[in-house]
């Protein structure tokens, strides 16, 4: 076995200590600097900035060619491209339909939505497990299931629907 393999000496410790640690305050910085959505209920979207945030800090703090200043820039551009995406998001209708899943109707009223749970890849176990996390004994008292934006399931009770304006522009779309 090389030497080599086991013992480089003292620089790329050093290295690897100063870009993890420098790495790791600009990431709590950018992250606490872009407000509580950032690490709450994560949309696909969202997810995908996490992995390649991770990504990008796990491979420079490993590289032995990478600067410090290089690192700080790749966080920075990786998170202020999740910024600019939610800026467009929040303005424009076109960017949220091409970001965004709109909410998706599996139940409504009675009728298990078979087309929607198929499309994507559910199955009627799934609505009662919802309805079953959400307190409800029976579908009986559950008025909508929906498949959120975060993939998630969203459980609204008869005792809890209201006018229904929340959901009826999504049944609307499934019919």
Do not use: C
């Not at 929040?90 to 909410?103: A, G, K, Q």
Request: glycine share 10%.
């Amino acid at each position: 076995m090389d030497s080599s393999m086991i013992w480089n000496g003292w620089t790329p410790i050093v290295h690897g200590a100063v870009m993890a640690t420098v790495g790791y305050v600009v990431l709590l910085i950018l992250l606490r600097t872009s407000g509580p959505r950032t690490m709450s209920q994560m949309t696909p979207l969202d997810f995908v900035v996490a992995v390649t945030l991770g990504s990008a800090f796990g491979r420079t703090i490993t590289a032995q060619k990478v600067a410090v200043v290089q690192l700080i820039w790749v966080l920075v551009v990786l998170v202020a491209l999740k910024w600019a995406f939610a800026y467009l998001r929040s303005r424009s209708e076109r960017m949220r339909h091409l970001l965004d899943h709109p909410p998706v109707v599996l139940y409504e009223d009675g009728t298990m939505g078979d087309r929607a749970l198929r499309r994507h890849r559910l199955v009627e176990a799934d609505v009662h497990e919802a309805a079953r996390g959400a307190g409800k004994g029976s579908l009986a008292d559950v008025h909508t299931v929906l498949l959120l934006r975060n993939g998630g399931l969203g459980v609204i009770g008869y005792d809890a629907i209201g006018d229904g304006s929340s959901v009826t522009p999504y049944v609307a779309k499934e019919r």
